[in-house]
């Protein structure tokens, strides 16, 4: 029972398979059968037939004839293979033999596919020729109109050309020998070969476009601007030359090659090569505007030269004038002072170059007076005189500024040298004052080595010729060499006033206390010698052992009445 419901089953899902394999294999035959169907022959037919209407020739009709053996492969034997194959699909499956049936549909389809993109081949190459005909006969009319604006300008403007008129109405003919010549082409159906040809046309035409256009500014310059301007050059050359200006530029010779220069741009005007022509006018505008502008130049220096003359003639002779007069001075202060900076050399070498400034200046004026100068180097070598003098005069009052202090800073030395003595008399005083018992011998030295400076610095002021700047110098060493001193006496009495005091403050322990009875021993015998700080070290050291801080007690007690008595 059980093996007839497997058996049951099993047939039920065949018939199914089947069924659905039929049904499968009928839509993919139906949409192939449709694509087949979309190859339209009969749009291709309708294109072939309306081209043969243009009775074409030459290269345009071998295209034709071409894509036509292309067209009539794809209808007579492309297409009708891909209808057998169809039929032959359709059996297949009618027989339930799908798996021949798929082999055959993959089979048809590339074939369908390829026969498509002939078929959009054949159409693409029909359309092109079709179009080569009328885009030929609408780029023809453009053409024609272009052509007759730009001959209409040329016959009816023909002075605005100058000598590019005749090669433009021989260019003219020429055009119109080519549009005859494409006319024929055209007319003969070689629509390709006329394509060719309308593409050096269209390229003869723009170049035409473009001398219209272009060349009329050329000619105006080349008829007009250039000669007119070459003529007010050689007019104003010869009244500037007659009014003595002088010139390192061959304005003449400079003429001579614009001229020439004309000729070669009229001959690239006759070949109607405009890049040639432009190329030549503005070498010639810039030749022309050098001309202009060397003459400028040399008008403009002379107005600044006439204007700048008379001040530089003061200019010089001020710095002439204060030149004199610093040698003068230094000549005065060399007497009494020594001049250690070169001054009278410098002041020298400046008069030496005022000379040479004064007889450059001299060999100009008289340059122009004679007519002979050359403005623009004139006016240059005035801007640098002026310059040069500002230096001079700059460096002279520097000079005179310097040496002017020699005198006052003498008064200031002597009254320095004053102060130094009286310093040394208060020191002394202060020594006398505090009755010590003698001087350690270092410091003695050190006291007469100040004054032994002071002796000298007054003696160097004495001097029939003093050297400023070695007292200056002098000046500094001696003020701290006295600031030294100061501390050196202060640091003395101190030593001295608190060695007494220590002493008294040890006078409490110097019975019972064997140290400190040593301490102010040796510090007597030191006292006596002269060594005052030593003796207060001493004493120092053997009560601060003794009595702890004892010496800072007995030293801000002697601080005090040191300050106290100050006021």
């Known amino acids: 029972m059980i093996w007839f419901f497997v058996i049951v089953v099993i047939i039920v899902v065949a018939a199914g398979a089947v069924w ?29 037939r309306s081209i043969e209407q243009l009775k074409l020739t030459g290269d345009s009709l071998a295209t034709f004839s071409k894509w036509e053996r292309a067209f009539d492969q794809l209808n007579d034997d492309d297409l009708a293979d891909l209808q057998k194959i169809l039929l ?59 052509y007759q604006v730009s001959r209409k300008t040329i016959l ?40 060719s040809e309308i593409k050096q046309l269209s390229d003869e035409m723009a170049a035409l476009r473009r001398q219209v256009k272009e060349l009329p500014p050329l000619v105006n310059e080349q008829v007009n601007e250039f000669p007119a301007q070459i003529n007010e050059i050689e007019h104003g050359y010869r009244q500037l030359t007659t009014a003595h200006y002088v010139f390192t530029d061959d304005i003449p010779g400079m003429v001579e090659d614009v001229n020439e220069k004309m000729a070669d741009a009229n001959t690239a005007l006759k070949s109607l090569d405009v890049d040639a022509t432009e190329a030549a006018n503005s070498e010639i505008e810039a030749e022309i505007d050098k001309m202009y502008a ?32 610093l040698q003068t001075e230094l000549d005065h202060l060399n007497q009494s002072y020594t001049l250690n900076h070169n001054e009278i050399k410098i002041a020298k070498d400046l ?51 310097a040496v002017a202090g020699l005198k006052k800073g003498e008064i200031v030395a002597n009254k320095q040298a004053e102060n130094f003595e009286l310093d040394m008399r208060n020191i002394k005083h202060e020594i006398l004052r505090h009755h010590l018992p003698g001087l350690p011998q270092d410091y003695v030295s050190q006291v007469k080595h100040v004054t032994a400076e ?52 040890a006078n409490r322990y110097k019975t019972t206390v064997k140290p400190v009875a040593e301490a102010v021993h040796q510090a007597t015998e030191s006292y006596m010698q002269f060594d005052y700080k030593q003796a207060a070290d001493t004493l120092a050291t053997a009560l601060e052992q003794t009595e ?18 100050l006021y």
């Open 294 to 325: 060397i003459m400028e130049k040399e008008m403009q220096a002379r107005k600044r030269v006439d204007a700048a003359a008379p001040d530089l003639r003061q200019f010089i002779d001020h710095a002439l004038r204060q030149n004199r007069e």
């Open 88 to 146: 032959d699909l359709e059996d297949q499956a009618k027989r339930f033999r799908f798996d021949h049936a798929q082999k055959i549909a993959k089979v048809l389809e590339a074939k369908i596919d390829t026969a498509r993109q002939q078929y959009d081949l054949i159409s693409q190459a029909l359309q092109d020729i079709r179009h080569d005909e009328a885009d030929n006969r609408s780029k023809m009319l453009q053409l024609r109109d272009d």
């Open 454 to 505: 002071i002796e000298q610095l007054n003696h160097d002021l004495d001097q029939v010729k003093i050297n400023m700047d070695a007292i200056a110098k002098f000046l500094i060493k001696i003020a701290s060499d006295i600031d030294a001193l100061k501390k050196a006496t202060s640091a003395l009495i101190d030593a001295a006033g608190l060695t007494e005091e220590l002493m008294q403050y």
């Open 351 to 401: 008069k030496t170059q005022l000379d040479s400034i004064d007889a450059n200046y001299i060999k100009d004026t008289d340059a122009i007076e004679a007519g002979k100068a050359v403005y623009s180097d004139v006016i240059e070598r005035f801007d640098a005189t002026k310059d040069e003098l500002t230096a001079i005069e700059k460096q002279q009052v520097q000079i005179n500024q």
């Open 20 to 48: 659905w394999l039929q049904h499968y294999f009928q839509t993919r035959i139906k949409n192939l059968d449709a694509q087949v169907e979309a190859i339209d022959v009969g749009a291709l037919s309708s294109q072939i």
């Open 156 to 195: 009816a403007k023909s002075f605005v050309f100058g000598d590019a008129q005749p090669s433009l109405e021989q260019q003219l003919q020429q055009l119109a020998e080519l549009f005859q010549k494409i006319d024929q082409i055209n007319n003969d159906g070689d629509h390709q070969a006329a394509k």
């Open 548 to 565: 702890a801080g004892s010496y800072k007690k007995v030293e801000d007690a002697y601080l005090a009445r040191k300050k106290a008595s």
